[in-house]
């Protein structure tokens, strides 16, 4: 067997996937947490920021989660080289609107595989031994998105290969789904709410998840398993019973904070012309 190409193509992946996380969840974080943490404050959902051990520990796994994601891409590369996965490389093999209808179908698929095998790793046999490590962050940051023990790498890695023997996948729907699920993933692990209240109730937007309702996934640990979409939460009955309620607490929060500021802003001129 020749190596080289395997190997290039491992350092490739790695390097891409290292740069990709560190610009998806790296931006998010240098807004929301250095640079301009006090004007955004209002957001957060839990009023602490965490310890650099936590996010320490929230980049290490998830480097050590990346090298797994990386061994299994190589080995989808082999694969389809040896002709055992439906990839396709040109275009014209299918149209343009199966192209659309790949990537919402791998997102659905991958939206009810996260959810049940995250309902695996809950099971009390599993989880002090493997997602224990991802639940570390009791309040997560954008750094926690891949935060996890390497069986669970290889478990959330797997949909991956599943999907490229069971479906015809372009190479770009597979490089559109990479984006999509990371960054729906730094959107979970944020710990700042940005929809606005009445976003868990409205008919239009209910079946989308939120931020908050992964952060009380930390939070409280037995509730709110979905990903993407709040469909399977719902169907099973899995959403915490104040979902709701506590995603519009963080909302009002809000609220009373930027009329806190409001009024202190509109105070500062009468005082200085009193003066
Ligand atoms: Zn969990
Ligand atoms: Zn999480």
């Not at 807004?31 to 959902?45: C, E, N």
């Not at 290889?154 to 599943?162: D, F």
């Amino acid at each position: 067997m020749e190596y080289m190409p395997y190997l290039q193509r491992y350092v490739n992946h790695i390097v891409y996937d290292i740069i990709r996380y560190f610009l998806f969840a790296g931006i998010p974080f240098l807004i929301f947490y250095v640079l301009f943490k006090s004007p955004l404050f209002r957001f957060k959902i839990q009023p602490k920021f965490p310890e650099w051990k936590h996010i320490k520990r929230e980049v290490l796994f998830s480097m050590s989660s990346m090298a797994i994601f990386t061994t299994v891409g190589t080995g989808v590369f082999w694969m389809h080289r040896h002709g055992y996965t439906k990839i396709y490389s040109d275009m014209n093999e299918y149209s343009i609107a199966y192209f659309f209808f790949s990537i919402v179908l791998f997102i659905v698929v991958h939206d009810a595989y996260f959810y049940w095998s995250h309902r695996l790793m809950h099971h009390k046999k599993i989880y002090p031994h493997v997602h224990l490590i991802h639940h570390k962050s009791i309040n997560p940051t954008p750094w926690a998105v891949f935060s996890f023990h390497p069986l669970e790498a290889i478990t959330q890695v797997l949909i991956l290969p599943i999907m490229v023997v069971s479906v015809p996948l372009h190479p770009l729907a597979i490089f559109t789904w990479g984006i999509y699920q990371l960054l729906l993933n730094v959107g979970g692990h944020l710990g700042f709410e940005l929809f606005h209240s009445g976003f868990t109730k409205r008919i239009a937007t209910k079946w989308h998840n939120t931020s908050t309702h992964h952060n009380m996934h930390h939070k409280y640990v037995n509730c709110n398993y979905s990903l993407y979409f709040n469909v399977w939460d719902r169907i099973m009955g899995t959403n915490h019973v104040r979902y709701d309620e506590e995603f519009e607490t963080v909302c009002e929060r809000r609220q009373q904070l930027s009329l806190k500021k409001e009024n202190e802003n509109a105070e500062l001129p009468n005082e200085a012309t009193t003066v």
